[in-house]
């Protein structure tokens, strides 16, 4: 692993249901960041198709195509002629009669190393009836940049997402995203949460801009292991679309991940078997109180037994992950 590298996020609004004019745009940034000594490029969520929830269905479908497809080719030479690792976002994969939502890591020799199928698919903006989703998490072991966690958007949302990425070894995890505006809490809090409590970088490239079925909040960011924001680019308000922003900023990487191992019992003194106890709801009052005794009563064994009836239960539940 090197001790530090310099990440580049890419944040633009692509053009919803235009691939090629979307993957000139990519292949623009991709030079852009390689210029400003980038070693690692971020591509946000689904840039060939752009992210307008209206027209989604057919701007995926149109612009799906298998992984050894001309786009990957074009990504590969890109990452190739650039000399960085390219982090391609996500596109829309054709798999036979199936489209998944597919993030991509080339290496600098244009080698495709590691391909990850987003998992959670968003069911407010109907991802779920056009995707197909993944089964799995995904890891990679590059070497240069450690091990490397792939998710795409929603994934992340998850504390499960980040968990099991940690568990498999990965120390960075890179998130493309077509997050909402409106979601703007949950993104500047459920991240920095997930790199703090599992010692992991977050670099997060996310589209910026209104379309025509609402705003994508743009603020891609970069976490280090402490849940501290590293950098964070400007964000769109409803309606507006800022321009395209180019962000590069150097991680001290390994220095970081050090620093955080204070942190390692949250992740290592887990204790995942753990069941649920659960107590049954308390008993109903009698309809009508019974007179107060006029003085000391003996116990007899009807009363004796009622008083130790027991009240709760114990359930176990599904092992928490």
């Known amino acids: 692993m090197r001790d530090q590298i310099v990440a580049g996020l890419a944040q633009w609004l692509p053009s919803p249901g ?4 979307n993957l000139a745009g990519a ?3 991709v030079a852009a960041l390689a210029r400003r000594g980038a070693d690692l490029v971020v ?5 060939p198709c752009g992210y307008d929830v209206a027209t989604l269905a057919t701007d995926a479908a149109a612009a799906a195509e298998p992984l050894d497809g001309p786009r990957t080719r074009a990504l590969s030479t890109a990452a190739r002629d650039h000399g960085v ?3 391609a976002g996500s596109v829309p994969e054709r798999d036979g009669t199936a489209i998944h939502n597919t993030a991509l890591l080339f290496d600098r020799s244009g080698q495709l190393r590691a391909w990850h199928r987003k998992t959670h698919l968003y069911a407010p903006t109907g991802e779920d009836a056009i995707f197909t989703p993944g089964d799995r998490l995904t890891v990679c072991h590059t070497g240069e940049l450690g ?3 792939l998710c795409v958007c929603f994934d992340g949302d998850f504390p499960e997402t980040a968990r099991g990425l940690r568990q498999a070894g990965a120390t960075l995890v890179i998130a493309p995203a077509a997050y909402e505006a409106e979601a703007r809490d949950w993104w500047e809090t459920l991240y ?3 790199a703090l409590a599992n010692g992991q970088w977050w670099v997060m490239a996310n589209q910026c801009g209104a379309t025509g079925s609402g705003t994508l909040l743009g603020a891609s960011q970069v976490l280090s292991p402490s849940g501290a924001v590293v950098a964070r680019a400007v964000a769109a308000e409803a309606g507006a679309c800022p321009p395209a922003e180019p962000l590069t900023v150097t991680l001290p990487v390994r220095s970081a991940l050090t ?8 992740w290592e003194l887990r204790r995942p078997g753990l069941a649920v106890r659960e107590f049954g709801p308390a008993p109903a009052a009698p309809e009508q109180a019974a007179p107060e005794p006029a003085g000391p009563q003996p116990v007899g064994p009807a009363l004796m037994a009622a008083a130790l009836t027991p009240a709760d239960e114990f359930t176990p539940a599904d092992q928490m992950r």
């Open 18 to 21: 235009r691939p090629e004019l």
């Open 27 to 29: 292949l623009a940034q």
């Open 43 to 47: 591509l946000p969520e689904l840039w």
């Open 85 to 87: 690792w390219l982090a």
């Open 147 to 149: 091990v490397v966690g």
């Open 192 to 194: 920095p949460a997930a």
């Open 259 to 266: 620093q955080a191992e204070g942190n390692r019992v949250l």
